[in-house]
């Protein structure tokens, strides 16, 4: 499985009460945005969550 890059713009939402802390991204790539972010897709659901888990018990080991 080949890993693939997308470049989009990314935010989190400050405004509403219901979108409020939503991360968002504009994979339109429409004017005025600088792009970002870097979102690797696939991912390797299980190493991710190897990966995750070490550094949690990494920062409770602290």
């Given at each position: 499985m080949g890993a693939?890059?997308?470049s989009p713009w990314a935010g989190v939402e400050t405004g509403p009460?219901?979108?409020r802390?939503?991360?968002v991204a504009d994979v339109?790539?429409?004017p005025g945005r600088p792009?970002?972010?870097r979102v690797l897709t696939?991912?390797?659901e299980r190493a991710a969550i190897r990966v995750?888990?070490?550094a949690v018990e990494a920062l409770?080991?602290?």
């Open positions: 693939a890059f997308a009460v219901l979108t802390g939503t991360t339109r790539r429409l792009l970002n972010a696939p991912v390797d995750l888990v070490g409770e080991s602290r």
